[in-house]
């Protein structure tokens, strides 16, 4: 039996979501894992701080994390809580592992890690070594 905490349970349903809404990506480049572009609005917020929550949107996301557009600028190494906004019980929590500026607000990437077991459970893997596309099964 595996374990998983919330996080990698809700991780593993909106990649599932991704991969028949989205487009996966065609190559692996240096990333762990294949990535799908996929657009859902969310809220955000620091954990442990549900009175305070920012719009955000997804765009992206793979079994090592998710990518956001926000209007705010995080500080690397914080805790932060994506929430779906329409299902706010559907969360992710993560480790924000960039923050870049770009036009109209950020770029933020939150690494929230599925164990390889759990992945392999849920099977989304790269179709080929050289990652060129997923598939679900």
């Known amino acids: 039996m595996i374990v998983t905490t919330p996080s990698q349970d809700t991780l593993t349903a909106w990649l599932r ?11 692996l480049g240096q990333r762990r894992h294949p990535r799908v572009q996929w657009v859902m609005y969310v809220e955000i917020g620091k954990v442990g701080n549900a009175d305070e929550t ?8 793979s079994a090592g994390g998710v990518g956001l557009f926000c209007h705010q600028d995080w500080r690397i190494d914080e805790q932060i809580r994506i929430c779906r906004v329409e299902q706010p019980d559907q969360y992710v929590e993560g480790r924000v592992a960039h923050c870049n500026q770009t036009v109209g607000g950020y770029l933020v990437g939150v690494e929230v890690a599925l164990p390889e077991s759990h992945a392999d459970s849920a099977q989304i893997k790269p179709c080929d070594p050289g990652g060129a596309g997923m598939f679900l099964s």
Do not use: S
């Open 17 to 27: 979501e991704a991969l028949v809404e989205g487009v996966p990506e065609t190559t």
């Open 54 to 61: 920012f719009p955000c949107r997804i765009r992206d996301i």
